[in-house]
T-cell receptor, first 114, second 114 residues
Framework: AQSVTQLGSHVSVSEGALVLLRCNYSSSVPPYLFWYVQYPNQGLQLLLKYTTGATLVKGINGFEAEFKKSETSFHLTKPSAHMSDAAEYFCAVSEGTNAGKSTFGDGTTLTVKP | DGGITQSPKYLFRKEGQNVTLSCEQNLNHDAMYWYRQDPGQGLRLIYYSQIVNDFQKGDIAEGYSVSREKKESFPLTVTSAQKNPTAFYLC?????????????FGPGTRLLVL
């Protein structure tokens, strides 16, 4: 069985500050991990994914995430927040190559203050 | 432009009515999915189809039905048996990239029961 916990349903940062969105997972096999972004009334867009190999994954829009097996974490970071980063972010875990069988977290809403 | 289209963007349903949500993709993807999203929650899988004329129930299939007569189309019917249909519905398709499936999402349909 697989599960995802996103710590903090709302995160607020100032423009230019570090963004840190937390995600912890549970999986009975080596996981595949994803971060998606969703803007209001739109579908999800893939930010980045971890499958195998390098544990630091770089994605679009300057985001990156690090897979830490010992901590069962896959936190999303961005060094400097931009106003356009305000959105909802979802972490997801899959126990196989089928992304459609992913389990999604409840989401974290990121607010960026000017 | 390739992509996934969902229509309508907003849909109102009277209690006891069946309604059908459209999902079309021109990405030539074999697999397609339907998810339901409720406020403050992640996505939950309703149905998925990995090939034409074949589909499987997801985690919350009760009160829903689908068909997959064409590769490009995967309509979802919300039946009167679905007691709490008000939600945001997302369709997705997926492709195999570098050994890992990557999902692409449509813009969603918001269903409201009157």
């Amino acid at each position: 069985a697989q599960s995802v916990t996103q710590l903090g349903s709302h995160v607020s940062v100032s423009e230019g500050a570090l963004v840190l969105l937390r995600c912890n997972y549970s999986s009975s096999v080596p996981p595949y991990l994803f971060w998606y972004v969703q803007y209001p009334n739109q579908g999800l867009q893939l930010l980045l994914k971890y499958t195998t190999g390098a544990t630091l994954v770089k994605g679009i829009n300057g985001f990156e995430a690090e897979f830490k097996k010992s901590e069962t974490s896959f936190h999303l970071t961005k060094p400097s927040a931009h106003m356009s980063d305000a959105a909802e972010y979802f972490c997801a875990v899959s126990e196989g190559t089928n992304a459609g069988k992913s389990t999604f977290g409840d989401g974290t809403t990121l607010t960026v203050k000017p | 432009d390739g992509g996934i289209t969902q229509s309508p963007k907003y849909l109102f349903r009277k209690e006891g009515q069946n309604v059908t949500l459209s999902c079309e993709q021109n990405l030539n993807h074999d697999a397609m999915y339907w998810y339901r999203q409720d406020p403050g929650q992640g996505l939950r899988l309703i149905y998925y189809s990995q090939i034409v004329n074949d589909f499987q129930k997801g985690d919350i299939a009760e009160g829903y039905s689908v068909s997959r007569e064409k590769k490009e189309s995967f309509p979802l019917t919300v039946t009167s048996a679905q007691k709490n249909p008000t939600a945001f519905y997302l369709c997705a398709s997926s492709a195999l990239l570098s050994g890992q499936e990557t999902q692409y999402f449509g813009p969603g349909t918001r269903l409201l029961v009157l």
